[in-house]
Structure formats: structure tokens, C-alpha cells
């Protein structure tokens, strides 16, 4: 490859990467504008931003060189634990800040992975468990009572987010075609996402523009957005792959501050020093967990082959 390709490449992945971490930071955005400004209902959210979801990803398959996907490329557990994010995520921008719910929902799914990854048998490094331990603490300090602690039910809910996040990326590991199992799980999610309007039925509330922020939440920044980072990660290691994404708790603060008028307190600066700090220092001597957002697809990039066994039941999905 010339110097003119590797920098046509590089600007590529760059354009791409900066696009996918927008919009999974506008996620956070559009979810605590939609329901703070009480336009919609949570489970109407919900249910709303994963058929926009699955209409947008169908129509990139579609027009993809990866047109073949059957039933078989999702999964049951994999939709479910789809649908457990979207919902807690919904139900938690209830009463949560858009940037305090995204460092809470990175937090968690970071450590869910690697908590994944010792119990299924790897040994950690000294400096990775120093890691762990600080992105735990930070996350307690974050939620320990006080004046300008978040809403304990929202924080709750935002971590049961990100473990059922973690959990998805972990099951789609060193798939090859993520954007066809992605799609599928989508699919296989929607009759869970209508159940949960059925479920509650007397705080159904639907406007237009709140219609149109969920549409945008699950067409634009999760269909969209999950499709061009499919695209950015093939050219990264997985340690790059996660390391960049410390930028979205960061931006979805910002963008609070900008589009939602929120304040950042100082404990939320505090704790997302920690956190982040904790999870750079997990992930930069852990090269081998996937990269969230996704399941993973095997790119060749990665600095070290996983050195765990897949977790239990994976090699009969598909």
C-alpha cells in the first residue's frame, strides 16, 4: 500500500470513528431530550428505536456486499439482552443526566466484560486489577449518597444497561458478519419491544417530536452509527477500538450542556477521570477484549488471540 492509500485509509477510519462515537454519545442526547421533555414515554422509546433500528440496518444490509443473513445469524439470548440495554437505557433517562447515564453505561459494560474474562479463567496483571478496582470505585463514588448523587433507580437501571450491553458484545464475539447478526437481533427483539408497551399501557404518551427523537435515537445513531463502526474497527486493534470509545461519556456531557442546558458537577468530573483512567489502564494491558458497541468481527488487527473459552453455549449460536 502507497503512502497516497494509507492516508486515504487513515482519513477514512478517522471520519468513520468520529462519526460512530457521536452518534453513540447522541444516543444518550436524544434519549434524555425525548423523555426529559416528557414528548414520549419510555417503553414507547424504546419500542420506537428499535423498529427504526431494524428498518435502517435491513436497508444497509440490503445495499451491503453482506446481503445474506437468515434467522440462523442472530440469536435468542443475543436479542433478548438487545432488548434488556434499550429498555433499562430508556427507563433510566428518566431521571438520569445524558452524561452521568453514559459514563455509568460505559463503566458497566467495561467492567462487565472483564469481569467475564477472569471468571472464565484468565489470570489479570497487577496493574489491570489497579485498573478494575479504580473504574469500580469510581463508579461507587459516583452513586454514594449525597447532594449531587444521580437517582439510585436510574443508576441501577443504567448498569443493568450496560451489563446486558456487555453481555451482547461478548456473545457476538469473532463473528464474521456482525452487521448481518446485528440486524437479526434487531429483528428478533421487536415482539419483546411491543410486549413492553402492552406492559405499561397507562403511561403510554406519544407526541411527534418525540416520535421523531426515537426515530432518530434507533435509525440514525444506533443503525447508522453501529453500521459505520463496523466499518472504523475493521482497521483497529481491539485495544484502539476500546480506548477511543472513552471519548463518548465525554461528548454526551458535552452535548448535555449544549443541547440540554445540563450542569457537570464536580463529582461527575471526578468520577469520570477515575473511571476512564481505570478502564485506559485495564484495556491498554488487555489487548484482547471487544471492543463494546458491537459484537466484535475478527479482523486480523487484533495484538494477542483471546485467551479465554468462549462463554457456554456460543459455539452453537447459528
Request: aromatic residues 8%.
Amino acid at each position: 500500500m502507497n503512502n497516497n492509500s494509507r492516508k486515504s485509509v487513515s482519513s477514512k477510519v478517522l471520519l468513520f470513528t468520529t462519526g460512530a462515537l457521536v452518534a453513540f454519545a447522541g444516543n444518550s442526547i436524544l434519549c434524555r431530550l425525548a423523555l426529559g421533555g416528557g414528548w414520549i414515554d419510555a417503553a414507547g422509546f424504546t419500542c420506537i428505536r428499535l423498529i427504526s433500528g431494524t428498518l435502517v440496518l435491513l436497508l444497509i444490509l440490503r445495499l451491503s456486499a453482506q446481503k445474506r443473513a437468515s434467522i440462523s445469524s442472530g440469536n435468542a439470548l443475543s436479542a433478548i439482552t438487545l432488548f434488556g440495554y434499550a429498555a433499562a437505557f430508556s427507563f433510566a433517562y428518566l431521571t438520569l443526566a445524558a452524561g452521568t447515564g453514559a459514563l455509568i453505561l460505559f463503566g458497566a459494560v467495561q467492567i462487565t466484560m472483564i469481569a467475564a474474562a477472569i471468571l472464565s479463567g484468565e489470570r489479570l496483571t497487577g496493574t489491570e486489577y489497579v485498573g478494575v478496582s479504580l473504574a469500580f470505585g469510581g463508579l461507587v463514588y459516583l452513586l454514594f449518597p449525597g447532594v449531587t448523587a444521580p437517582s439510585l433507580a436510574g443508576s441501577l437501571l443504567m448498569t443493568a444497561a450496560g451489563v446486558c450491553w456487555g453481555i451482547y458484545s461478548l456473545r457476538g464475539r469473532g463473528r464474521g458478519n456482525p452487521l448481518a447478526e446485528t440486524t437479526v437481533n434487531f429483528v428478533l427483539s421487536l415482539p419483546l419491544a411491543v410486549l413492553l408497551i402492552f406492559l405499561f399501557p397507562g403511561h403510554s404518551h406519544l407526541s411527534l417530536r418525540g416520535i421523531l427523537l426515537a426515530g432518530l435515537s434507533g435509525g440514525l445513531a444506533s443503525g447508522i452509527g453501529y453500521a459505520v463502526w463496523y466499518a472504523a474497527i475493521r482497521e483497529m486493534t481491539t485495544t484502539t477500538a476500546s480506548v477511543v470509545q472513552l471519548a463518548v461519556p465525554v461528548l454526551a456531557a458535552g452535548g448535555g450542556v449544549i443541547f440540554l442546558d445540563e450542569e457537570i458537577s464536580t463529582r461527575l468530573i471526578i468520577a469520570t477521570i477515575i473511571i476512564l483512567g481505570g478502564i485506559s489502564l485495564a484495556v491498554f494491558n488487555h489487548g484482547n477484549l471487544p471492543a463494546t458497541g458491537a459484537p466484535h468481527e475478527s479482523t486480523g488487527n487484533d495484538e494477542k488471540p483471546t485467551q479465554y473459552p468462549p462463554i457456554r453455549g456460543e459455539r452453537d449460536r447459528g
